[in-house]
């Protein structure tokens, strides 16, 4: 058991034949307590500050934890994310590859169709001008044709006659 300040100043000492100086003892005796209990004040501050430390440690210590909790979870939360957002991505890919597919089916299919369209109307455009240089020959054949001069001799004679006969 720890010696109290009330100890030492209760403490007596026996007396010899030429002992030590009654009055030197008791002024060091009570040098000594006040030293003591100095001492003991310090001490019980520091315990004071020690328990304030303590209880500080344990509350930065519990908030470490909780960080440390947190950032876990957020960690494992952007991982969540990154892993949605992969296949989001794929899909987005997938999708705009059916679409370009689509696309360019489509794009394939009309432009068949265009060229097929222009094949034709080349073939109609060539019978259209065969037809039409038929057309145009016919109608030269027409007019080089004898029929005309006769026609026009005939219409002259037909003239002279009427002239003649108006005379």
């Known amino acids: 058991m720890p010696l109290t300040p009330l100890d030492i100043h209760n403490k007596e000492f026996g007396r010899g034949f030429r002992g030590y100086d009654e009055d030197e003892v008791n002024e060091f005796l009570d040098q000594v307590i006040k030293d003591y209990e100095l001492v003991l004040r310090e001490k019980k501050i520091l315990e004071e500050k020690a328990a304030d430390l303590e209880q500080r440690i344990h509350h930065f210590s519990s908030i470490e934890d909780t960080l440390n909790k947190s950032i876990l979870i957020a960690q494992e939360a952007a991982e969540e994310v990154k892993r949605n957002a992969q296949k989001e991505a794929k899909l987005i890919i997938r999708e705009a590859e059916k679409n370009a597919d689509r696309?360019?089916?489509?794009?394939?299919?009309?432009?068949?169709?265009?060229?097929?369209?222009?094949e034709e109307l080349k073939k109609q455009s060539k019978v259209f001008r065969?037809?039409?240089r038929m057309l145009l020959e016919a109608q030269l054949d027409m007019l080089s044709n004898?029929?005309?001069?006769?026609?026009?001799?005939?219409?002259?004679?037909?003239?002279?006659?009427h002239e003649e006969a108006s005379l």
Request: no cysteine.
């Open 146 to 161: 004898d029929d005309w001069d006769n026609l026009m001799e005939l219409e002259e004679s037909q003239l002279l006659k």
């Open 130 to 132: 065969t037809r039409f």
């Open 103 to 118: 696309i360019i089916n489509e794009a394939l299919v009309k432009s068949r169709k265009v060229s097929f369209d222009i």
